[in-house]
Nanobody, 122 residues
Framework: VQLQASGGGLVQAGGSLRLSCAAS????????MGWFRQTPGKEREFVAA????????YYEDSIKGRFTISRTTAGNAVYLQMNSLKPEDTADYYC????????????????WGQGTLVTVSS
């Protein structure tokens, strides 16, 4: 499957952005779609994941209550609504697919989109 992420940009602290990830190809109900982020010199960090079949979600602690992951199976897309953004949320954000179930390690994800840059100014 090919993944195309979009929606990044520059926003002031406290603002909101919605990232989108369009998938071409079949995503099965057992698969998991995730969002990760990365800043220069650091390892890719888990943000959120959603089970494709059930819609069940899983979040990294620092973004709970601020970010919401969702998916539309008909549209073959996954979203990340980001509210109350902080300067420390600045990063390249990546969407990815895992065929091995819910996991917060980037090594469990097989297919990756290109990054979309989110910059939060203070």
């Amino acid at each position: 499957v090919q993944l195309q992420a979009s929606g990044g940009g520059l926003v002031q602290a406290g603002g909101s952005l919605r990232l989108s990830c369009a998938a071409s190809g079949r995503i099965f109900s057992s698969h998991v779609m995730g969002w990760f982020r990365q800043t220069p010199g650091k390892e890719r960090e888990f943000v959120a994941a959603v089970r494709w079949g059930t819609g069940g979600t899983y979040y990294e602690d620092s973004i709970k209550g601020r970010f919401t992951i969702s998916r539309t199976t008909a549209g073959n897309a996954v979203y990340l609504q980001m509210n109350s953004l902080k300067p420390e949320d600045t990063a390249d954000y990546y969407c990815a697919r895992s065929r091995s179930g819910l996991n917060d390690s980037y090594t469990a994800y097989d297919d990756w989109g290109q990054g979309t840059l989110v910059t939060v100014s203070s």
